[in-house]
């Protein structure tokens, strides 16, 4: 069964910064492309960065572009966002999803909430 | 990127049809068969029910239907359910290499 844990979500304050962290289980971590979606409270899905199966290859959302960095540990089965510069607006939950081809995103996992506020 | 456009809400009775539209551009609903839509219950992470436009995830009933034409997709759910009544993004790939979500629409089955 594919499993998709997020963790790391927490207040935090403006102009801080957090790392998320994704477990990846039941599938093979290394031929699945990764990306992370967020939602603000109460609004709908915003992409906001994805990374290749082997990690070289990364694209992100113009509005977080700069402050926030994607990345996986293969040998970990484990996806990261690194997130600098916080904003209020960065306030939203966290999904991590796998696909292994482009176009689509099929294993999602629960979520981690990220509060930004002072 | 500009959010796709998705009308907020949709109804339907119990047996009936309902559309959702998804408009983009040509930079991405209409530049790639790479279209997909999601289903979002309160509180639980979305959930693939077609891609590439027109496909079906196995699990997924075969009430759910896509499909494209120009800069629009549609996501059609015939027999509607109870169990329908949920969010729905579409999605899309984009010329950037990036992807964009749609604005979302509510289901209300009456």
């Known amino acids: 069964e594919v499993q998709l844990v997020e963790s790391g979500g927490g207040l935090v304050q403006p102009g801080g910064s957090l790392r998320l962290s994704c477990a990846a289980s039941?599938?093979?971590?290394?031929?699945?492309?990764m990306t992370w979606v967020r939602q603000a409270p109460g609004k709908g899905l915003e992409w906001v960065s994805v990374?290749?199966?082997?990690?070289?290859?990364?694209y992100y959302a113009d509005s977080v572009k700069g402050r926030f960095t994607i990345s996986r540990d293969n040998s970990k089965n484990t996806l990261y966002l690194q997130m600098n510069s916080l904003r209020a607006e960065d306030t939203a939950v966290y999904y991590c999803?796998?696909?292994?081809?482009?176009?689509?995103?099929?294993?999602w996992g629960q979520g981690t909430l990220v509060p930004v506020s002072s | 990127q500009s959010a796709l456009t998705q009308p907020a809400s949709v109804s339907g009775s119990p047996g009936q049809s309902i559309t959702i539209s998804c408009t983009g551009t040509?930079?991405?609903?209409?530049?790639?068969?790479?279209v997909s839509w999601y289903q979002q219950h309160p509180g639980k992470g979305p959930k693939l029910m077609i891609y590439?436009?027109?496909n079906r995830p196995s699990g997924v009933s075969n009430r759910f239907s896509g499909s494209k034409s120009g800069n629009t997709a549609s996501l059609t759910i015939s027999g509607l359910q109870a169990e329908d009544e949920a969010d729905y993004y579409c999605s899309s790939y984009t010329s950037s290499s990036t992807y964009v979500f749609g604005t979302g629409t509510k289901v209300t089955v009456l």
């Open positions: 590439d436009v027109s």
């Open positions: 039941g599938f093979t971590f290394t031929t699945y492309h």
């Open positions: 999803a796998a696909y292994p081809t482009r176009g689509h995103f099929d294993y």
């Open positions: 040509s930079s991405d609903v209409g530049g790639y068969n790479y």
């Open positions: 990374i290749s199966g082997g990690g070289t290859i990364t």
